[in-house]
């Protein structure tokens, strides 16, 4: 086998499958010489003499390979093929070999003959692989293509790869994909065996390939050659390299010549009649045109394009197995193209291009991220374009896979415009429990994988067992048995990126509906659920997403806004009738009368004048009462605002959870309840309100706001509703239940540069009459008239005793008694002193006293006003 054994090291150059050095352990030497019945003491003498007269060390033996590597290149290898024998009373191929349209990525493009071979290569293009697969296969014989470079664009990156690979198979030679072997531009041969975790890479397995040169790939498959079962390349007309074996699970198969390149133009000669061979070999050899009937294979017929062109819409919910289904559908109908974002993402992976940002929240399956470091691939949609463009031009059918996309109207119609009349337009609605078919499709699946990846499990077990190679744990563990059950409807992921991203659903959620006929659709199938049961099983679908996710292009309606504006001109009446009745009430107070009892709420016909003389429902309201108010309103006209907006009565409410983004969208405020109610959780403040607002589960699953209220209630029911909680704290904090007294923040106003502004001291300063000043004495009685009282409404002056029968109040200092002057007319100077009343005195005739009017008091009674 051309293995060399130097210090128990084996040197394998059985067709370059073994690349690296490896150490051999006795036991398989001792199992060789078993085999060929040496004796075993006899060998490990040979042994022992061997390693005491070679002292060779690996990496001199790697290096004096690679120099004799080098020169042997210099020297033309052996050729073992021989001529062609003639093959008398066999018949030939009828059809014309050429490549594929169904097996070939949506850029490439042919001539009509086949010979010349192109792609796209703009508009990001030009930084994917381009594959595509010959529609005849060779399953016998030996046969021969030829390929040359007929055009490498300048500027950008080219890349070359041919061999072959199965029908079905991945088109992107060299991938790790165990279906196919090749060769590259620079010589390498690249195949890969099932058990392997990645491709195995023979390099420098021929000559390095120059533009120009004619590319001979001499398949040969005859049992009874020197080279059977392997694959050669010639390099205008010279062998470049030994002979290639394929690996053993590809051995009677039938393989398809296949291409994937990038930013090249090549010719491509199947040796039609006229042409012939383009360079002649050292031997004679039948070309792929030449192929007799019984070593070919063409395509299945189910692969082949049909008469009837069809596009075909699969339509379905995130999560319910909507890309399951497209896979099952694919190998069922092997003859659509699937075209969609992630077979698109699938081709830039393929081609080597790897993300370099991280994934961001709206990477999904239907729309996975392009965070390629190409701009030009960034521009996704001209990308579809040209794929549809692509597909319209080879009149192929088409499984136009995008999820979220298919469940909207204006979108399903917008790709159907795009297909001409005579193409056939199908819907497929897979929606609700799959059918009994399509879950034991699944299971048998699950099923198959599991097998698949237990025997490579095993298989790469007994290699190492037979080459006493150590395997990590983690190669060695077989994996986990798969729970199938009746339950089983999908296939397992093996990620957890979803369907859809969460915020390209709170976009279009709302607006999914089911296709029908008058769209444009030729038909419609109803796979899993009839028409009726599907339609509500999509009604379901969304009311449960609506209290879940945030619906992202919400706007307030125009019944909020006409509530909204009705809610500010009543809350400005409120406002202005409360200041007016309270200066009113505090007059009366200070006048010595008395306000009149409670109001009976059932008797009352206006808030505004509850008792027929003016005195409103709300004249008691106190800073924690308004805000009860504000907050009981706005929130109940949220929610039912929020139900109508979202296009669906049968919303339950509000998702708790959501409550602050829709109160910051519909009020263009920021919702800060600590800040002003003193809660935070959502519970605590429903709870403080004491209605209309309750939290209710729907279906077990979520909590949602609603209000106990319809929706038009009158805004005077709300001020009715405060009320009564007014008064029923009242009785609770009389009865001594200290609980039911509010206690909310108020707002700090802020001084000029942001500070907070210092408290105000309000100083009351006791006005002292001049002696024998009627009107003054007059003015601090209890029955003067209300005009003259309401002069200074904010401070009440206190009555001084008269001469001789009073002392002249005193600060809080102690201070010198003094005498008061006496002197008619002058004012008496009176010095702070705390806020307290001072007992009226009798009139006393003599001078006016008159009121000091500073401005303290006049800023008081402006701040009392505004309060």
Known sequence: QGAVLVQGVLLNHDFGWQCEWRRVPCSWLTAMAAEEDVELDELEVEVEEAEEELDVDIEDAVEDDETARGESSKVPLEEMERDEPPCKGASGIKHTVAFSDMEATPDVFSSGDGTVVSSLQQHGFQHLLSAVRADTGIKAGRYLIELRILEAPLGAAQELRFGLSTAGSSLFLGDGSAENVCFNSEGDYIATDPWQTSPFVHAKACKRIQSGQVIGMLVNLNSGSANANTVSVFLDGERAGPPQPFPSHLRGKVLFPTLAFRNLTLVVNFGARKTGQLRALPFTCRMFADMLEFDSSRLEPSTAPREVREIVIPVGLPGEGLFDFASKFLEKHPHFNELSERKIAEWCHKSGLRSKAKLSKGHSRDRPDFAFDQPELHDRQMLRDAVLQRAHLRGTSCLALELSAGLLRSERQALLRQFPKACKKVAIVAIGEPSDAFKQWVRKRIKSEHETKVAIVQKRKDIA????????????ELPPEPVIDKNTWL?????????VSEETLGQHYVNYTLPGLDEGFDEVIYEWLPEK???????????????NLIIENLQPGSWFQSRLEDWHNLRKELRQNHQSYGKQKKIIEEAGGEVDEPIDLSEVESIHDADGSGAPIYGDFKYEDWMLLAWRLELHLLVHAFVQDCGDLDCPGMPAKHVAHYYQLYYKSSYNP???????NLPEIVKLLKGPLELHEHQGKVTVLRSTLEKDTPLKDFVMGVEKYRRDRGRRIGAGDESARLNFPRPVAKAKGGKSAPPVVIVKRPLQPDVGDEKAAKRLRPEATMASVAKSPAVKPPAAKPAGLAKAPVAKEPAAKAPLPKTPGAKVPTAKVAVGKTAPGPKAPGTKAPVAKTPLVKTYQKRNIEA
């Not at 067992?465 to 060695?476: I, N, Q, T, Y």
């Open 465 to 476: 067992e037979a080459s006493g190679e150590d395997l990590a744990p983690e190669d060695m």
């Open 491 to 499: 296939l397992p992921r093996e990620d957890d990126v979803p369907d």
């Open 533 to 547: 049961e599907a339609t509500e099983h999509l009604r379901k679908w969304v009311l449960d997403r609506k209290t």
């Open 674 to 680: 600590q800040a002003r109610l003193g809660k935070d």
